[in-house]
């Protein structure tokens, strides 16, 4: 295909009490299309977004049915690795959005194959809460640089981060004692993951009413 073609963005809500859709608008434009799944906090849905240009977040507050554009820390796109003269690279990037300690973080590592794994975790900081539109990122830890480890998956309880290591293992790294535990997973044969956030609820999800 020579062009295209961009087509108008839709977004609709379910009514658990009226078992329908409502069509909302979206106000806004963008080329990018979410790359991972949707985390919620706080009345707000996220989404990590990849535009021709650079990342972006996406959001959805539940209250006002708004949706807001956010962007990524300042020095996002350059990370300082620990290389001979501390060089300054910009290599392929892997980002995930996740729920700690009730904010939204941003778990971001860069992937050179066969560097050390080295994680920066970014907290969303006073989003919507002041000036209209203003949002503030905070790097609150830097963990690493990990040998043997490939990616970062979410938190475990608010001191606990699962991640995965070669040979698709499953470990986890305690944000106290800075210890990595290995994990078994009885019949897992294949390196694959799924992670879910489970919240008490006392509303029935069932439709309807």
Not at 13 to 35: A, C, E, N, T
Not at 84 to 96: H, Q
Not at 108 to 113: A, F, Q
């Amino acid at each position: 295909l020579d062009k295209l073609e961009q087509l108008p963005l839709m977004a609709e809500v379910y009514s658990l009490k009226g078992d329908s859709w409502r069509d909302i608008g979206i106000h806004m434009q963008f080329d990018g299309l979410p790359f991972a799944d949707a985390v919620f906090c706080q009345g707000v849905l996220y989404w990590c977004i990849w535009d021709p240009q650079k990342y972006m977040i996406f959001s959805f507050d539940m209250y006002d049915e708004v949706f807001h554009r956010i962007a990524c820390p300042d020095t996002y796109d350059e990370v300082r690795m620990p290389f001979p003269d501390n060089l300054i690279v910009t290599p392929g990037k892997e980002n995930r959005l996740v729920v700690w300690n009730d904010s939204v973080a941003l778990l971001y590592y860069p992937y050179l194959r066969g560097a050390p794994f080295l994680l920066e975790v970014w907290v969303l900081n006073d989003c919507f809460g002041g000036v209209k539109g203003s949002c503030s990122w905070i790097k609150n830890l830097t963990i690493g640089p990990l040998d043997g480890i490939v990616t970062a998956w979410t938190f475990w309880k608010n001191d606990e981060l699962l991640l995965g290591a070669t040979g698709g293992r499953l470990v986890s790294y305690n944000l106290r004692s800075q210890m990595l535990r290995n994990h078994t997973i009885q019949g897992a044969r294949i390196p694959r993951r799924w992670e879910f956030s489970c919240v008490k609820s006392l509303v029935s999800v069932q439709g309807g009413n």
